[in-house]
């Protein structure tokens, strides 16, 4: 019989939950009880929120095992006692700062259209704030502790719908990846902050390089943007693609 394959949870998935499970220790502790972890002082936590720390101003490139060290006025040495890689690192980061807010409303499932555009704002708004998250790379479905409280919070929200479990999970990871995807746009520099100027360059120059023979439909359009228009991405923007995807939401419950 052949050996059974094994799949190794990645390391940094495993450290972000263990990092979950002690900060909920540490939040059910009573006030004055023992702390735990193997040394008083350098903790994951504080590891962590350095890196985050870092990365909110300088970016995530800047983020280094070195780098966290010397803003903890520690050896790098002893960040190995909790953290062994950078990547590792990320990951854990990651989590940190998709934390849901303690004031995040419960999920309505009577209004849950309402519930999801509120969980899809705050996700929105995670990103701007972090906006280095961006550039982490994403592959397979969600794995880390407060990315999934995400998920389940949106499936609480969908619990009163007559949608299929899979296709539940489905708008989970629509609603999540629009959400990122905007996020992301909003930030560009050219859409963010280039303004009319960079709108007229934009328009200018697709004008020069798009032939109405090929592109009718972006020469016309854009041969009135180039007086009107702006590529700026305004909360406007964000709020018609959502409005979009719950209408579409709400057509499948009403057919369930």
Request: neutral net charge; hydrophobic residues 40%.
């Amino acid at each position: 019989m052949g050996e059974q394959h094994r799949t190794r949870t990645p390391a940094g998935i495993e450290l972000a939950w263990r990092a979950s499970t002690d900060a909920a220790r540490l939040r059910d502790q009573p006030a004055g009880g023992p702390k735990p972890g193997p040394r008083p002082g350098l903790t994951l936590e504080r590891i962590v929120a350095a890196a985050i720390e870092i990365a909110d101003s300088e970016g995530l490139a800047a983020v280094s095992l070195a780098r966290v060290a010397a803003a903890l006025n520690s050896a790098t040495t002893s960040l190995y006692r909790h953290v062994r890689a950078k990547d590792d690192l990320v990951v854990v980061m990651r989590n940190a700062a998709a934390a849901p807010p303690p004031d995040l409303p419960r999920p309505d499932a009577g209004r849950w259209r309402e519930s999801l555009a509120g969980i899809a704002r705050q996700i929105y708004d995670l990103y701007r704030r972090h906006p280095w998250a961006l550039q982490i790379p994403t592959s397979g479905p969600p794995s880390t502790p407060n990315e999934l409280l995400w998920g389940e919070h949106m499936l609480q929200a969908l619990s009163g719908t007559t949608l299929s479990p899979h296709d539940r999970l489905r708008a989970v990871t629509l609603i999540s990846g629009y959400a990122r995807e905007q996020a992301r746009l909003s930030l560009d520099p050219v859409i963010a902050d280039g303004g009319d100027a960079a709108a007229g360059d934009y328009f200018r120059f697709l004008g020069s390089v798009m032939t109405p023979d090929r592109y009718p439909m972006f020469c016309r359009l854009f041969a009135d943007q180039v007086d009107t228009g702006s590529i700026g991405y305004t909360a406007e923007d964000f709020q018609f693609g959502l409005d979009r995807i719950l209408a579409g939401l709400a057509e499948l419950d009403r057919a369930g």
